[in-house]
């Protein structure tokens, strides 16, 4: 169901207007990591050169995330997500955001790799929902793919897993508990597993990302290795079970919507600019998770984020992503995470003009009429 602010966005979207806040708000909060995820893009051991970012210890300064904070109250804007170029619970005033963001009355997801400290656990607990970023059940390749050095951490994850899952059952469902596990060569085989164990353990969704690889070694790649058809088997022999159906999985839906189970890009239009703001490390303001370092529409230790919300910048960053311009000009678009998101408002934006070029009227909006849902939090895949 769209709410008041949900309908803004989208009439700002069809009028090329702005007419409300973001849905939600991104920080990156602290560049420092505990794992060198072999996949990752900050941390990774394969990496040729790290990032300048990751060479120092960085922190979006607190005073700055909770002016953002307040700006979010009076904009409307639903969520928080905490997330990082590292381990978001290592941010040092981890606990004192939370706890501010809760005072305002906003929800928080957070994105984590599941190390936080038992110290942490009540802190935890009070967000409204949990990525957690877990690419194997398997120890030994734990410290292959995850965690480096140790295989300790993956009893570590495990038991915050559980102790998580044994909380939701005393407050009504909640954190909502997602896995975000990235498909590599190294980890297909274990596909019809994790999806058993998710079933098995009451884990709410299942978020399953084929690994981009341009920065990393190819060879982690399904394309490198042509094991794309192989982890495609495997999905369609899964989907012919009742487990497939019995977990929530953006595959599920994909392959629901489109017979396909990951989506196939470039994205018509990119319509994140209405909806969501990353804010990066560095207080860049930018509406694309995939490329944060691109798109820049202001800075927060130099200017308010409403001011940056309602710029003329930002506008026109928008216009340029609603008539297709990203996809052409840069390569990121073309493996864009937020396909059905955006194919999602772009039908939805093509629908409500067309409504409103026809004189349609009524008491019910014209995209409640047509049948069209809001574009919904999962469309938007955690980049
Ligand atoms: S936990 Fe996240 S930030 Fe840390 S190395 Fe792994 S993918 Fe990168
Ligand atoms: S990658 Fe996707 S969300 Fe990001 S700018 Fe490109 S189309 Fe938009």
Redesign the pocket.
């Known amino acids: 169901m769209m709410d008041i602010d949900d309908k803004l966005r989208l009439i700002g979207a069809a009028k090329d207007k702005i007419l409300t806040g973001p849905q939600k708000v991104v920080f990156l909060l602290t560049n420092t990591c505990n794992f060198k995820c072999v996949y990752c893009w900050h941390h990774s051991p394969l990496l040729k050169a790290r990032p300048p970012y990751a060479r120092k210890k960085i922190e979006l300064p607190f005073d700055a995330v909770k002016r953002v904070i307040d700006d979010c109250y009076h904009l409307n804007v639903r969520n928080i997500q905490l997330a990082a170029r590292g381990e978001t619970t290592l941010y040092s005033r981890f606990t004192e955001l939370v706890d501010y963001i809760r005072r305002k009355g906003l929800t928080i997801t957070l994105l984590t790799n599941g190390t936080f400290q038992r110290s942490l656990l009540s802190t935890v607990l009070k967000v409204d929902a949990i990525d957690i970023n877990l690419a194997t059940l398997n120890p030994e390749r734990f410290k292959e793919l995850q965690s480096h050095s140790s295989a300790e951490m993956f009893d570590s994850v495990q038991t915050n897993i559980r102790l998580l899952l044994n909380s939701k059952k005393r407050r009504r469902g909640k954190p909502r508990l997602t896995i975000v596990y990235v498909l590599t060569s190294q980890n297909y085989l274990e596909l019809p597993e994790i999806f058993a164990w998710a079933y098995r353990m009451g884990i709410d969704y299942l978020s399953v990302k084929k690994m981009i690889c341009d920065k990393l070694d190819p060879c982690l790649g399904l394309k490198y290795h042509h094991l794309e058809r192989k982890a495609h088997n495997m999905l369609i022999s899964l989907s012919r079970t009742k487990l497939f159906k019995k977990i929530r999985s953006n595959v599920l839906d994909n392959y629901s919507a489109s017979g396909e189970f990951f989506d196939s890009p470039p ?1 018509p239009s ?1 319509y ?1 600019a209405w909806y969501y703001a990353n804010i990066t490390l560095k207080g860049n303001v930018t ?2 998770a ?2 944060p370092d691109h ?1 820049i529409a202001g800075n927060i230790l130099k200017k308010s984020f409403k001011d940056i919300w309602f710029s003329k910048k930002l506008m026109e960053i928008r216009l340029a ?1 609603k008539y297709g311009l ?2 052409r000009r ?1 390569k ?2 073309r493996q ?1 995470l ?1 396909h059905r998101f ?1 194919l999602s408002m772009h039908n939805n934006v093509r629908l409500l003009n067309k409504a409103r070029a026809s004189g349609a009227s009524g008491n019910k909006s014209s995209v409640q009429r047509s049948g069209h849902r809001p574009p919904r939090q999962d469309d938007l895949i955690h980049g």
């Open positions: 994205p990119c994140n509406p694309c995939l490329i798109l992503g990203f996809g840069c990121a678009c864009c937020h955006n």
